[in-house]
């Protein structure tokens, strides 16, 4: 069985002010809660780290290479020297804005893990692809071309996420999750075996809201979600949780 988990990824949103937030999401942590990661920008990840015992602390991208003139990057052994044990990789907006292909992504997954860090791996398809029937033909070749063959539970969450749902307030249909998630379950049994294949947890992101969460977690394969905008405040938050913990 996969473990549940409820990730935030704040993008580049929140400043000190914003540590508030995090620990109210702390504070309102439900008994049974499952595991919860917040992502917040990389200025925030030390005073994040600091703020909170319960919550995990993740990154939002890390470079490649250990170390070296890449002006403005960080490494991942600079992320858990900040304490932090998480880091999303593959996200859209850094496949879009950044052009990183899914080779990028793989060499990123490799440093991640060398540091001892759990890599979110973000995919999805655009609404071209989805309209083209090519959905799951994406999903393959970006799980195939940005996954190491190392993945298993302790280093890996795979985050689906339909590039048409972020921040657009859409949100695929139940079945159309349900084949995804379904799909990546299969994808990972064949390649990984059905030990590692059925305990790497798999989240569902893009518009996951206080009030579509809880219908979100019933359906199957799906462990979680990845949370941008209602991630931000613990009032929004908190419900997702919740409905997490009691799915
Ligand atoms: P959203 O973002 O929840 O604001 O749609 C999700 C994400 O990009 O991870």
Not at 7 to 33: F, V, Y
Not at 119 to 145: F, K, M
Not at 154 to 182: C, F, M, R
Not at 223 to 230: R, S
Request: net charge negative.
């Amino acid at each position: 069985m996969a473990k549940k988990i409820a990730a935030g990824n704040w993008k580049m949103n929140g400043t000190q002010d914003a540590l508030s937030e995090l620990k109210a999401i702390e504070a309102g942590l439900p008994q049974n809660a499952p595991e919860v990661v917040i992502c917040p920008p990389a200025t925030l990840l030390l005073p994040a780290v600091d703020a909170v015992q319960r919550l995990k602390i993740g990154a939002q991208d890390c470079h490649a290479a250990a170390k070296g003139a890449h002006t403005g990057d960080i490494s991942a052994l600079m992320i858990t020297d900040a304490g932090a044990s998480h880091v999303i990789l593959g996200h859209s907006e850094r496949r879009q804005d950044h052009d990183e292909s899914d080779s990028d992504i793989h060499a990123k997954v490799e440093a991640a893990w060398a540091a001892g860090l759990t890599v979110i791996l973000c995919i999805g398809e655009s609404e071209a692809d989805r309209e083209a029937g090519n959905t799951l033909d994406v999903i393959a070749d970006q799980l195939a071309g940005s996954l190491p063959d190392d993945a298993d539970a302790d280093n890996t969450v795979i985050a689906y996420e339909p590039i048409w749902a972020i921040g657009t307030g859409k949100v695929p249909s139940l079945e159309q999750i349900a084949e995804v998630h379904d799909f990546l379950r299969q994808s990972l049994n064949d390649r990984f075996g059905a030990r590692a294949g059925d305990s790497i947890s798999l989240l569902y992101g893009g518009s996951v809201k206080p009030d579509n969460a809880a219908e979100i977690f019933r359906v199957s394969n799906v462990d979680g979600a990845l949370v941008g905008g209602a991630s931000l405040k613990a009032d929004d938050f908190g419900p997702i949780v919740s409905a997490l913990a009691e799915a």
